[in-house]
C-alpha cells in the first residue's frame, strides 16, 4: 500500500513541531539515552511508520539498536540486539561517510532511492532511484520491512549510527520528509556531541575525584597511608589485586647487575588477588625478575606497560607461571621514579571476564517474518576467559597516581631522616631542658599559690594545692603543712594538710608531742632557716627528734618554718621516706619559696577574716536601715492612707448623721401633710377649678404615692453611707493603734470593700470573682491596722497578677476559666488562726517564691512596684506578731498565702 505525501503547508508545519520537540528535549537534558529515546517517538508519530530505530556503530563495525520505537503488532522489536559489520557491507559505510548519502527502499517496487546530504545547499537534493540490490531486498523481507528509510548519523565527521525507519507495508517517503528527518538527524549530532563532551566532563572530575582522594591518603603525615592509597587505586581502576613494591634506603643505594638495589630490604603492600611465588624462587619478588626490569629499559623508565594479556606476552614467559593459579589476566605497571632515581613499581592485576553478547538471528517466531534467516535468529554468545583491556584513561589516571605514590614515597623516606635526626636531637635537648622545666614548674606552683591566694585566700584549699603540687614536682614520699598548738611553746602540734605515697602511712590528723623541738629549733626557725637533711641517721639528731621521724618512715627532709608575722605558726614538711636522698639547691630553694608564700597567705588569711567579719557586720547593719527605712515608708504610707480615710470618713460622718437624723422628721412632717390632704378633699368635693388644675397639673396622686418611697430610700442610702464609713474607720484604725482584741473578718471585709472598684469588670476589663470561706474565728490579739495592711498587699497582689493573667488570655479563655481570688479563714487548735489568699493566676517559679519577702524584690515593671510590699507583710507577721508567712505556688498553678498568727500573745511588749 503507498500513502500519499502529506500537502506541503501541513508538512511544513509538522517539520516544525518535530525539530521543536526534539530541540525541547536536548535542552532540558543531557543524557543521550533519553534524548534517544524521546527522538524515536517523535520520529515515528511524525512519519506514521511503523517502527523507528537508532543503530549505533562499535570500532569492531558490529552495531547495535540502542533506541527504538515500534509497533509491536505490526513489526517485532529489535531494541538491544546486536547485528554484525557483515550486515552493513563496508562499501555502504564508505558511502554513508563520504557523501553522507540517504535512502529510501520501497521492496515492492523493487527501488531504492538516495540523496547526498551534501547537497543540499545547492539545489542538487532530488532523490536519485535505481534498482533494488536483490540480497537487500531478501534482507529487508526476512524482517518483514516493506519500506524503509536511512539516515546516517554522524559525530566529529565520523559515522556514529544511523536512524532507520521501518514499515511492514509499501510507504512513500518524499524528500520533504527526507529534508525534515535530516533536520532532526543533525539536531541528534548535536546532542550527541553534547552528550560525549558531558562524558569527558564527568570522567575527568571522576579521574580527578580519584586522584585528589588517593593524594590525600598519600600526603597525610606522620602516617603516609600507603596501603588504603593502595586499596583504593585498585577500587578506581576496576582491578582485582595490585602491588606497591618500594625499595627501601633508595637515597643510599646503589644498583646490581640485576638492577635491584645492593643491599637494601624492599617493602611490599598487597591488595586483592596476588600471584603466587615457589618456595625456592630466585627472588622473593616478582618486582625483582629481569622480565619485569627490562621491559623499562627497553622502552623507556617512565611509562606505565598495559599488558592486556600476559599470556600473550613474550617478555613475561618467566612470570607467567605465577599467575597460572590465579584468574589474574591484565597487568597495568607504573615505574615509580625520583629525581632520575627508582624506588619502585606499582601494579595493578585484572582477571579475565566472560561476556555475553545478544545477536539478531535469523529465526523469529513473528508471522510477518515469511523468510527466516539464521543471521536473525536471537541467540546468546557467551565467551569465557576474555581479556579486560586497559583504557587510555586508565592508563593515564594510573600515569599520575605513580607520580603521586613516588612522591609520597620521597616525602615518608625524607620524614624519617628527619624523624631520625630529630630523635637525637630531642635527646640532647630533654636533657639540658630537664632541669628548666624542673624550675619552670617550680614557678608555676608559686604561681599558682599566689593566684590561690588571691582568689580565694582559704587556706584548706591553699594547702590542699599546694600539698599535691609540691610532691608531684619534687618527687617525694610526704608533703605536709604542720601546725603549732597555742600556748604549747612549739612542742606540740599537729598536721593538717597532708599529700603522702599510698605505701607510707598518713600523719594527718595525727598530735605530736616533741619537746626536744622547743629547746633546739624554735629560735633557728623563727629566724627563717630550714632544716635540710639528706640522712636523719647521719645529721647529729637527737633521740627524741629520730625516734618522731621513724614513727612516720622519714629518711629524708626538708623543713622550712611557717611564720605569722614574728610568730612561728607552723612548718612545711617535705618527707622522703623510700630511701635517703641529696637535695639539690634548686630544690631548698624552691621549698623556701613556697614557705615564704605560705606565711603570706597566712597574714593574708587572717586580715580576709577580720575584713569579712567587719564586712558582715555592716552588711547585717545595712539590711537592718534598709529595712528600717522601709518599714518606716511603709509605715507612713499607710498612716498617712489611715489619716486620709479617716478624714474623708469623719467628713462625710458628720453631714451624713445630719441627713440621716432628720429623715425621720421628714417621713413624720411629710405623712402629716399627705393626711391633711386627703382630709381636705373627703370633706371639700367641690374644690377650685383653680386648685383642681394644679393638683392634676403636678399629679398630686401619683407624689402623694411616690414621695413616701423616695423618703424610704433615701433612708436607705444613708445607712449605707453610714455603713461605709464605719468600714473605713475599721480600715484605719487610728483609734486602735495599740494590740487589741479584733474581729479579723472586719478587717478582711474593711481592706475588700477599700478595693471593691478593682474587682468589678468594666467595659474592656473582666471582673475578679471573690470567693469568702469565714470559719468561727474568735477574737485575735493583733495589731488592727498593721494587719489591715498585710491584708491590703496581699490581695492587691492577688489582682495585679489575675489582671496581668487576663490580659494575655482570650475572651473565651477567661469565660471559661473566670479569675477568681479565694480568702478562707480556720482557727488551729485553739491557739493560732489562719488565713489563707490565693488567687488561680499564673502563679510563680521556684526561683522568684524563694526570693519573695526579700526586701526591694519585684517582679513588677518599673514603676509599678517598690519590692517593699511583702517584705514588710513579713516583718508585721513574724516579728511584730509572732506568726508565719508563707507562699505556696507553681507556674501554671495560681499562688496561695497562708497566714498564721496566735490568739493571743504571750508579751507584747517583747513583740515590738
Known amino acids: 500500500m503507498t500513502i500519499s505525501p502529506l500537502p506541503n503547508c501541513q508538512l511544513q508545519v509538522e517539520q516544525e513541531n518535530l525539530l521543536r520537540h526534539v530541540t525541547d528535549r536536548i535542552r532540558q537534558s543531557l543524557e543521550l539515552q533519553e534524548i534517544l529515546d524521546a527522538t524515536v517517538v517523535e520520529v515515528r508519530a511524525f512519519l506514521q511508520t511503523d517502527r523507528i530505530l537508532i543503530y549505533k556503530f562499535y570500532p569492531n563495525h558490529n ?76 534482507y529487508l523481507t526476512a524482517m518483514g520491512v516493506k519500506s524503509s528509510m536511512v539516515v546516517p548519523v554522524f559525530y566529529h565527521e565520523q559515522l556514529w549510527g544511523l536512524l532507520v525507519s521501518h514499515h511492514a507495508d509499501s510507504k512513500v517517503i518524499s524528500e520533504a520528509l527526507l529534508q525534515g528527518i535530516q533536520l532532526v538527524v543533525d539536531q541528534l549530532s548535536v546532542a550527541i556531541t553534547q552528550s560525549m563532551l558531558l562524558q569527558q566532563v564527568r570522567e575527568k572530575a571522576d579521574r580527578e575525584a580519584t586522584i585528589n582522594r588517593i593524594t590525600t591518603l598519600l600526603h597525610s603525615l606522620p602516617t603516609i597511608e600507603l ?127 566472560e561476556t555475553e553478547t545478544l545477536w539478531a538471528g535469523q529465526f523469529d517466531p513473528d508471522e510477518r517474518q515469511r523468510y527466516p534467516r539464521l543471521s536473525f535468529d536471537v541467540w546468546r554468545e557467551s565467551k569465557s576467559g576474555q581479556v579486560h583491556p586497559w583504557s587510555d584513561g586508565d592508563i593515564q589516571l594510573v600515569k599520575n597516581l605513580g607520580h603521586q605514590f613516588a612522591s609520597a614515597i620521597e616525602q615518608n623516606e625524607l620524614y624519617q631522616r628527619i624523624q631520625s635526626l630529630n630523635l637525637t636531637l630531642e635527646t640532647q635537648v630533654q636533657e639540658r631542658t630537664i632541669e628548666l622545666q624542673q624550675a619552670t614548674e617550680q614557678q608555676k606552683i608559686l604561681f599558682e599559690v599566689v593566684t590561690e591566694m588571691r582568689k580565694s585566700l582559704d587556706l584548706s584549699t591553699i594547702f590542699a594545692t599546694v600539698t599535691r603540687r609540691v610532691r608531684r614536682i619534687l618527687q617525694v614520699d610526704r608533703v605536709g603543712v604542720y601546725q603549732f598548738d597555742l600556748d604549747s611553746d612549739c612542742t606540740d602540734g599537729k598536721f593538717v594538710a597532708e599529700k603522702v605515697s599510698s605505701k607510707f602511712s598518713s600523719a594527718l590528723e595525727i598530735r605530736i608531742h616533741d619537746h626536744c623541738f622547743g629547746e633546739l629549733y624554735q629560735s633557728l626557725y623563727q629566724q627563717g632557716r630550714l632544716l635540710v637533711i639528706n640522712d636523719i641517721h647521719h645529721a647529729n639528731l637527737q633521740n627524741c627528734h629520730i625516734s618522731i621521724l621513724n614513727r612516720f618512715q622519714v629518711k629524708a627532709l626538708i623543713v622550712a618554718p611557717l611564720l605569722k608575722g614574728e610568730f612561728l605558726w607552723g612548718l612545711l614538711c617535705i618527707h622522703q621516706c623510700a ?334
Open 579 to 912: 630511701h635517703v636522698r641529696e637535695w639539690k639547691p634548686s630544690e631548698i630553694q624552691f621549698v623556701s619559696q613556697v614557705a615564704e608564700q605560705l606565711s603570706v597567705a597566712l597574714a593574708q588569711a587572717d586580715l580576709l577574716a577580720q575584713t569579712q567579719s567587719q564586712a558582715n557586720q555592716l552588711a547585717q547593719t545595712l539590711r537592718e536601715l534598709q529595712q528600717a527605712q522601709a518599714q518606716l515608708i511603709q509605715t507612713e504610707k499607710m498612716s498617712s492612707l489611715g489619716q486620709l480615710v479617716a478624714g474623708v470618713a469623719h467628713e462625710i460622718n458628720n453631714p451624713v448623721n445630719f441627713i440621716y437624723g432628720n429623715l425621720n422628721y421628714i417621713a413624720s412632717y411629710t405623712e402629716d401633710l399627705l393626711s391633711l390632704t386627703q382630709l381636705h378633699q373627703q370633706h371639700y368635693s367641690e374644690i377650685d377649678t383653680t386648685i383642681r388644675e394644679k393638683a392634676e397639673a403636678i399629679d398630686l396622686d401619683f407624689i402623694s404615692e411616690d414621695l413616701p418611697k423616695i423618703i424610704a430610700s433615701m433612708k436607705i442610702g444613708a445607712d449605707r453611707i453610714r455603713q461605709i464609713v464605719l468600714s473605713l474607720r475599721n480600715f484605719s484604725r487610728l483609734d486602735q493603734a495599740e494590740m487589741k482584741l479584733v474581729n479579723i473578718h472586719e478587717g478582711i471585709d474593711s481592706t475588700l470593700l477599700i478595693l471593691q472598684h478593682r474587682l468589678r469588670g468594666k467595659p474592656d476589663v473582666a471582673g475578679i470573682e471573690l470567693i469568702k470561706t469565714y470559719g468561727d474565728l474568735p477574737l485575735v490579739e493583733c495589731y488592727a491596722g498593721q494587719l489591715n495592711q498585710v491584708f491590703m498587699n496581699l490581695i492587691s497582689n492577688a489582682i495585679d497578677s489575675l489582671e496581668e493573667w487576663n490580659l494575655q488570655r482570650s475572651p473565651q479563655s477567661i469565660a471559661q476559666q473566670p479569675a477568681i481570688i479565694r480568702i478562707c479563714t480556720e482557727a488551729l487548735n485553739n491557739e493560732r488562726v489562719a488565713i489563707r489568699i490565693s488567687d488561680n493566676g499564673m502563679g510563680m517559679s521556684e526561683a522568684v517564691r524563694s526570693h519573695l519577702f526579700d526586701p526591694f524584690f519585684t517582679t513588677k515593671p518599673v514603676g509599678k512596684g517598690t519590692g517593699l510590699g511583702l517584705s514588710i507583710s513579713y516583718q508585721i507577721i513574724t516579728d511584730k506578731h509572732g506568726g508565719q508567712l508563707r507562699c505556696v505556688s507553681a507556674p501554671g498553678q495560681g499562688a496561695e498565702f497562708i497566714i498564721e498568727i496566735p490568739i493571743r500573745q504571750p508579751s507584747p511588749t517583747t513583740l515590738i
Open 227 to 353: 596501603q588504603k592509597a593502595l586499596d583504593e587505586t585498585v577500587a578506581a581502576l576496576q582491578g582485582s589485586g595490585g602491588r606497591l613494591f618500594v625499595q627501601g634506603g633508595f637515597f643510599k643505594g646503589q644498583y646490581n647487575a640485576e638492577g635491584i638495589l645492593a643491599g637494601s630490604s624492599p617493602n611490599l603492600y598487597i591488595s586483592g588477588a596476588q600471584p603466587t611465588l615457589p618456595d625456592r624462587a630466585k627472588w622473593p619478588y616478582i618486582e625483582q625478575y629481569s622480565g619485569w626490569t627490562n621491559h623499562f629499559q627497553t622502552v623507556g623508565d617512565f611509562q606505565p606497560w598495559a599488558i592486556t594479556d600476559l599470556y600473550e606476552t613474550p617478555s613475561l614467559r618467566n612470570l607467567q607461571s605465577f599467575f597460572q593459579t590465579t584468574p589474574i589476566r591484565s597487568l597495568l605497571i607504573v615505574p615509580l621514579w625520583i629525581r632520575q632515581q627508582w624506588v619502585g613499581y606499582l601494579s595493578l592485576f585484572r582477571n579475565e571476564i
Open 63 to 138: 552495531g547495535q539498536v540502542v533506541a527504538e520505537s515500534v509497533d509491536r503488532t505490526r513489526l517485532p522489536s529489535l531494541l538491544g540486539l546486536n547485528f554484525p559489520a557483515d550486515d552493513i557491507p563496508l562499501h555502504a559505510r564508505e558511502l554513508f561517510i563520504q557523501a553522507r548519502v540517504r535512502s529510501v527502499v520501497d521492496v515492492e517496487s523493487g527501488q531504492i532511492g538516495q540523496s547526498s546530504a551534501n547537497n543540499l545547499n545547492v539545489g542538487e537534493s532530488s532523490l536519485q532511484y535505481r534498482s533494488l540490490d536483490p540480497c537487500h531486498a531478501e
